[in-house]
């Protein structure tokens, strides 16, 4: 289970939430009966019905019982239908005084069959991947300029890099579009400075946006968390968020240590992801052959059942430094 603090701040987040409804509800039902007063009398008369059947059925001596209770419930109905005539004859949804609740599950009492509702369990691993996520800033599509690719043939390429870029822009923001937490995902591969991280992290702001759970981090840096979690004195619930959230974005494969431990991390990670149906972006500068030489066939085939995206050209870091490319 995701650590204590993380649920406090979901409980909070929903009793904020749910106090921010109520004011809604408040300051809709003072609208309506001051623009429309006999809304309120029918109010009354409604109240007075629940007391009415109250009194027949516990203290009531009338020897047509069922029959007074009857019209007590079609009275009570009549009034209903004229409180919502008044409603909808005045241009307001007819359920605009319900009640408000930001979770239809619990309504707002963060537990469903004495366990944490999902909406409690969300919000947790919301908060935790936002302290997993690393320092890079987030970035955003309309930053990405295709200008630094050259639309020029590449011959060593078999390309031309900007309609390769292009192609793998329009993926990105297709991810976002149709993004619902489940299914696979997108794999990056190219040098360094080609546009991967500018990308993952646009996807990764879009969808934060929407209210997703997102964790970016590089590999080497997850890595050394898990290995401290797990052999050393820090606690944590880095593979439990990193396997929960919505989003897990993966920089860098390939440049943590390639030791027999970080090997069965990798594939343990990937493996929980793949399993639970959640998807990943994971980017990487190795090649092809670097790839598959330096993982193994279980990782392969797990990275290779995402979306393949190639990114060419030169470092945009070169270029916007006033290189030649």
Known sequence: MIGSEYIIKATQMLENEHAKLKRTEAERHAEILEKFPEYGELEEELAQTAQDIVFVVIGGKTVDRNEVIEKIKNKNQSIQRKMTDILVNNGYDEDYLKPLYYCDICYDKGAVNGEWCSCIKRAAIKFA??????????????DFDLSFYSDKFN???????RETMKRNFEDCKRFVEKFNGT???????GATGLGKTHLSLAIA????????????NSVPELLRKLNSEQFGNSEGDTMQVITDCDLLILDDLGAEHSTEYSLSVVYQLLNARVSHNRPMIISTNLDMGEIKTRYQDRIWSRLFSMRVLLFYGTDNRLRTAGNDW
Not at 131 to 142: H, I, K, M, T, V
Not at 155 to 161: A, F, G, L, M, Q
């Open 155 to 161: 011959d060593k390429y078999e390309c031309v890099p």
């Open 183 to 189: 299914g696979g995902g997108l794999f990056m591969i």
């Open 205 to 216: 702001n879009e969808l934060i946006k929407k209210g997703w759970s997102v964790v970016y």
């Open 129 to 142: 991947a936002e302290d997993l996520n690393g320092n890079g800033a987030l970035r955003s599509f309309e």
